[in-house]
């Protein structure tokens, strides 16, 4: 049978998200059924629930850091049982058969992922003509997109590991961050505060750069060695030519040139954030020292996985602040005006009846 779920929803791109109730699917052969007790608010989520990119369909739950405990699994399951702790992140299907997927690059799947929330849902079911996220108390999800959380990781500051971890922790790894290696992070918000911590668990020296020296003191707690103001020309002077790698977390359009000029020979920058206007980038400073400009999207399941278990390893959590899913709308204002640190993360316990 349908199973009964309680949400927050957006219902249109100019109202605030507001209780809705609508019906999962019952556990098929190969799902699992979680409770859901935290998900973490991500950028992405007001993006798609005011509609900014052009994408939404209404009602529409967001949420894709889920973190919660198996109520139910499906004959064929072998991986989780009832009672497991686990996590969905930004993907809930994908084709299986490209040549990405055959590769764990879900990600990058050829026809495209099915999005935890907004995505064609594969699976079908007959209240969903779209996938609906993690802003409620309950998920039906394939075994092959749940993630197991180590028991040394809290729920709550494990569920935006979900998708702000494993996206910085993806460009960290396939650019082979090491001991010995330079990186700078632009922007310490959701993304840069864990791009700070991972970097620094790996061995590198890490480097903030932002707009002013109020956070300077978070990330020296998270592991930077030297932070750089943007608008301190004699400082950046400084610096030119020392990263190997730069992580660029910034959503907002802004400008790079000068940041690029950080980087060493062979270095690349590596844009995370969601930006819908184009930024200039001249050709002389990337011919001259062979440097790169990349892009990089969330993480495949199993580097998801092995995510998770480095930040077990290394006591490495996300910088949260619960709320409950009455304060979601409130939440939305304050993220548009950088004034959380680092994530937003909703009790959906609090959901009320």
């Known amino acids: 049978m349908p199973i009964a779920t309680r949400a927050f929803a957006a219902t249109a791109a100019d109202k605030p998200l507001t209780p809705y109730s609508f019906e999962r699917r019952d556990p098929g052969p190969d799902d699992v059924l979680i409770d859901i007790k935290y998900c973490g608010i991500c950028h992405s989520d007001l993006h798609m629930a005011r509609s900014e990119t052009g994408q939404a369909q209404y009602p529409l739950v967001p949420g894709h850091e889920i973190a919660g405990v198996v109520a139910a699994v499906g004959s064929n399951v072998t991986r989780f049982k009832e ?3 686990v996590g969905v992140g930004c993907m809930v299907d994908s084709c299986r058969e490209c040549s990405s997927c055959q590769e764990g690059l ?3 799947c050829v026809p495209g992922f099915t999005g935890t929330y907004g995505g064609k849902d594969r699976k079908g079911g007959t209240a969903e003509t779209i996938t609906q996220g993690g802003y409620s108390d309950h998920i039906t999800v394939d075994q092959h997109f749940v993630l197991s959380i180590p028991d040394r990781l ?3 500051v494990a569920a935006p590991l979900l998708c702000a971890g494993v996206t910085t922790y993806s460009p960290l790894k ?3 961050v090491g001991p010995g290696s330079k990186v700078a992070v632009i922007g310490l918000g959701g993304l840069g505060h864990m791009a700070v911590k991972l970097a ?6 890490v480097t903030v750069l932002s707009t002013s020296d109020r956070k300077k003191a978070d990330a020296e707690r998270m592991g930077a060695k030297h932070f750089l103001i943007n608008s301190d020309k004699a400082a950046m002077k400084a610096a030119a030519e020392s990263f190997d790698l730069i992580i660029n977390t910034v959503s907002a359009t802004h400008e790079i040139s000068s940041q690029v000029q950080l980087l060493a020979r062979d270095g690349t920058m590596v844009m995370l954030g969601l930006t819908t206007e184009g930024l200039p980038v001249f050709a002389v400073p990337l011919l001259w020292r062979r440097r ?3 892009g990089s999207l969330i993480g495949g399941i199993a580097e998801t996985q092995e995510m998770l278990n480095f930040c077990a390893e290394h006591g490495i959590a996300c910088d949260i602040e619960t709320i409950a899913p009455d304060q979601i709308n409130e939440a939305y204002e304050r993220m548009l005006k950088s004034d959380v ?4 993360v909703i009790d959906m316990e609090k959901l009320a009846a």
């Open 154 to 156: 809290p729920l709550d």
């Open 200 to 205: 620094a668990a790996m061995g590198a020296e």
């Open 83 to 85: 009672g497991d702790r």
């Open 341 to 344: 640190r680092y994530r937003f």
């Open 174 to 176: 396939t650019w082979g």
């Open 106 to 108: 879900e990600q990058y």
């Open 292 to 294: 790169r400009i990349a």
